[in-house]
């Protein structure tokens, strides 16, 4: 499958056709932005690793019965996914207090939860993402009733299920970010990236933030953490393919 046309060029992926209409190539980039793109940078070799670690997880996800766009890993930065219809929330999943949610409401980071919390956040750049809830979703339009049940649904199991990936790997999965998409028949599968550029990974031992805060924050060390998220990754991939 080859490249047709760029689609569209994101802050981290372009998005391309191909020639069957229900399919698209998007590709990682190692541009990194943070705080609604105020904050630019390049992450070396980001783009490689978010998209094998993007496939590898949705592959797993797969398996354990979510539907996602992911299709064939077709490069070191190029996949072919399902086209959808982006359901315009970004759905937030949290297991530990940490970055807005921390700030909003003056508890500390590191505080985990008894049991996971999710938000919605309007995917729109020139609001800045604003956070709205389940009322506020559907007199805007965004999704149906339906639609957000099934999503939170499907973020709580995926919860579940990464929460567990990561453990075995020595590993806390803080909070994440999810995109939904409608295909052609209206049924709605998981879409975009899980990555570090997505997830809050800390090392289950010494709390070592191994994701893009590194990179927000100014620690340092942003290409090293993403490869050891990555090792740690593939420490355990056997058996996953
Ligand atoms: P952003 O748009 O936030 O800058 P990216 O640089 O990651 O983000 O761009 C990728 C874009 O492609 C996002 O807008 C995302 O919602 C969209 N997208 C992800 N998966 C799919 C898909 N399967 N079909 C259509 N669009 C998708
Ligand atoms: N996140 C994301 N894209 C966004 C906003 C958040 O992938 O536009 C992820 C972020 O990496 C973190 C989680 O969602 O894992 C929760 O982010 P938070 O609301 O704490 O916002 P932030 O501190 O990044 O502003």
Same mark, same amino acid.
């Given at each position: 499958? +080859?490249?047709?046309?760029?689609?569209?060029?994101?802050?981290?992926?372009?998005?391309?056709?191909?020639?069957?209409?229900?399919?698209?190539?998007?590709?990682?980039?190692?541009?990194?932005?943070?705080?609604?793109?105020?904050?630019?940078?390049?992450?070396?070799?980001?783009?490689?690793? %978010?998209?094998? @670690?993007?496939?590898?997880? @949705?592959?797993?996800?797969?398996?354990?019965?979510?539907?996602?766009?992911?299709?064939?890993?077709?490069?070191? $930065?190029?996949?072919?996914?399902?086209?959808?219809?982006?359901?315009?929330?970004?759905?937030?999943? $949290? %297991?530990?207090?940490?970055?807005?949610?921390?700030?909003?409401?003056?508890?500390?980071?590191?505080?985990?939860?008894?049991?996971?919390?999710?938000?919605?956040?309007?995917?729109?750049?020139?609001?800045?993402?604003?956070?709205?809830?389940?009322?506020?979703?559907?007199?805007?339009?965004?999704?149906? $009733?339906?639609?957000?049940?099934?999503?939170?649904?499907?973020?709580?199991?995926?919860?579940?299920?990464?929460?567990?990936?990561?453990?075995?790997?020595?590993?806390?999965?803080?909070?994440?970010?999810?995109?939904?998409?409608?295909?052609?028949?209206?049924?709605?599968?998981?879409?975009?990236?899980?990555?570090?550029?997505?997830?809050?990974?800390?090392?289950?031992?010494?709390?070592?933030?191994?994701?893009?805060?590194?990179? $927000?924050?100014?620690?340092?060390?942003?290409?090293?953490?993403?490869?050891?998220? @990555?090792?740690?990754? +593939?420490?355990?991939?056997?058996?996953?393919?």
């Amino acid at each position: 499958m +080859e490249k047709g046309s760029l689609l569209y060029e994101g802050k981290a992926k372009k998005v391309y056709a191909t020639d069957d209409p229900e399919l698209l190539i998007v590709s990682y980039k190692d541009d990194a932005t943070a705080f609604n793109g105020l904050k630019r940078g390049t992450i070396e070799g980001k783009g490689v690793i %978010n998209n094998r @670690m993007s496939n590898v997880l @949705m592959r797993w996800l797969e398996k354990e019965g979510i539907p996602t766009h992911f299709v064939k890993e077709l490069g070191d $930065r190029d996949t072919l996914v399902k086209k959808v219809q982006i359901v315009p929330l970004e759905v937030i999943v $949290r %297991n530990v207090a940490a970055g807005s949610f921390a700030k909003r409401y003056g508890v500390e980071e590191g505080i985990a939860f008894e049991s996971p919390t999710v938000e919605f956040s309007y995917k729109n750049d020139a609001l800045g993402d604003p956070l709205l809830n389940e009322y506020h979703a559907l007199v805007l339009g965004l999704a149906s $009733r339906e639609e957000i049940d099934l999503i939170k649904a499907l973020s709580f199991r995926i919860n579940d299920l990464l929460k567990a990936f990561w453990r075995e790997r020595g590993v806390t999965l803080a909070d994440f970010k999810l995109e939904f998409g409608r295909l052609p028949d209206n049924s709605v599968v998981l879409a975009d990236e899980i990555s570090p550029d997505t997830c809050r990974l800390w090392d289950s031992e010494t709390g070592k933030k191994l994701d893009k805060d590194r990179f $927000r924050r100014d620690l340092g060390g942003v290409e090293e953490a993403y490869r050891e998220i @990555m090792g740690r990754l +593939e420490q355990q991939e056997t058996g996953l393919k």
